[in-house]
C-alpha cells in the first residue's frame, strides 16, 4: 500500500491560538484612523502587514490611506504578551500527533512576536509563517501557497484551520486546501463553502484537532 504525503496544518495565530493582552499596532490604527475599521484593516493587510520593516516611507503611506496624522502613528509599541486560550496546548498536542503543524497569520512586523510564540508553541508548532514574513495577506492565495512551497507540502495534503471566516476559509477554499472554520459559537457566513468545498466546522480548537484525527486515520486507513 503506497504511503500518503505527511499531512501539513496550517494554523491562525490571533482569535484561534489566542489573543494579545492589550492592543497592537494594527488596532491602534484602526482606533485612530476616521475610516470604517473594515475598510482600515483592509487597508493594512495590503500595506503595512505584508512589511518586514517599517520605513519612512510605508509609514507615510499607510498614514495617508488611513487619514492618520504621522504623528500620531506609533513607532516604538512593543508586541502585546500573547495568551493561548484554555485547551489549546492540549488540542496542540494531538494534531502534531498526526500533522506537521505551522502558522499562518496576517500581522505586522511590530506585533510579530515570534520568538515569543515559539517559547509557547515549539513543542507542537514546527515553524511561523507571518505575513510580514510572506509578503503576502490572507486570503491572498499567495500566502498559502508561499507556505505550501515552502515546505514542499502537497495541497491535497494540507489543512487550514482559523477562525475569519474571509481570511482563513475563503482565502484557503480559493487556494485549493481543505479549510476548518473555529466558529466559536458564531452561524456559518456561507452555506455554500460547507456544502459544495466540504468545509469543516468546530466550535474550538479541541473539536478542529478531532476533524484534523479522522482526516488522518482515514487517509491512512
Same mark, same amino acid.
Request: charged residues 20%.
Given at each position: ?8 496544518v496550517?494554523?491562525?495565530v ?7 493582552d ?9 482606533e485612530?484612523?476616521? @475610516?470604517? %475599521?473594515?475598510k /482600515?484593516? *483592509?487597508?493594512m &493587510?495590503a ?9 519612512d516611507? +510605508? ?5 495617508e490611506?488611513?487619514e492618520?496624522?504621522?504623528d ?5 509599541l ?5 495568551? @493561548?486560550? %484554555?485547551?489549546? /496546548?492540549? *488540542?496542540l498536542r &494531538? ?11 496576517? +500581522? ?8 515569543g510564540l515559539r517559547?509557547?508553541?515549539s513543542g507542537w508548532?514546527?515553524d511561523?509563517?507571518?505575513?510580514c ?14 507556505v505550501?512551497d ?8 494540507v ?13 484557503a ?6 479549510a476548518?472554520w ?6 456559518v457566513?456561507?452555506?455554500?463553502l ?6 469543516l466546522?468546530?466550535t ?14 482515514r487517509s491512512?486507513a
Amino acid at each position: 500500500m503506497t504511503t500518503p504525503p505527511p499531512l501539513l496544518v496550517t494554523v491562525d495565530v490571533g482569535g484561534t491560538l489566542g489573543t494579545a493582552d492589550g492592543p497592537g499596532l494594527a488596532m491602534r490604527l484602526t482606533e485612530a484612523s476616521p @475610516l470604517a %475599521p473594515a475598510k /482600515a484593516r *483592509a487597508i493594512m &493587510r495590503a500595506g503595512l502587514h505584508t512589511q518586514p520593516e517599517l520605513t519612512d516611507s +510605508v509609514v507615510a503611506e499607510v498614514c495617508e490611506a488611513l487619514e492618520v496624522p504621522p504623528d500620531a502613528f506609533p513607532r516604538d509599541l512593543p508586541p502585546a504578551p500573547f495568551r @493561548l486560550f %484554555p485547551g489549546t /496546548a492540549e *488540542a496542540l498536542r &494531538r494534531i502534531s500527533a498526526v500533522a506537521s503543524v505551522v502558522t499562518l497569520s496576517n +500581522v505586522t512586523c511590530v506585533d510579530a512576536d515570534t520568538e515569543g510564540l515559539r517559547e509557547l508553541l515549539s513543542g507542537w508548532v514546527s515553524d511561523f509563517f507571518p505575513s510580514c514574513r510572506i509578503g503576502h495577506t490572507k486570503p491572498d492565495p499567495r500566502a498559502f501557497h508561499a507556505v505550501i512551497d515552502h515546505l514542499g507540502a502537497s495541497p491535497s495534503r494540507v489543512i487550514h484551520v482559523g477562525d475569519d471566516w474571509t481570511c482563513d476559509i475563503v482565502g484557503a477554499v480559493e487556494s485549493g486546501i481543505k479549510a476548518i472554520w473555529i466558529s466559536r459559537g458564531r452561524q456559518v457566513p456561507d452555506e455554500r463553502l460547507i456544502v459544495d468545498h466540504g468545509v469543516l466546522v468546530a466550535t474550538d480548537l479541541a473539536a478542529a484537532a478531532t476533524h484534523i484525527e479522522h482526516f488522518a486515520a482515514r487517509s491512512v486507513a
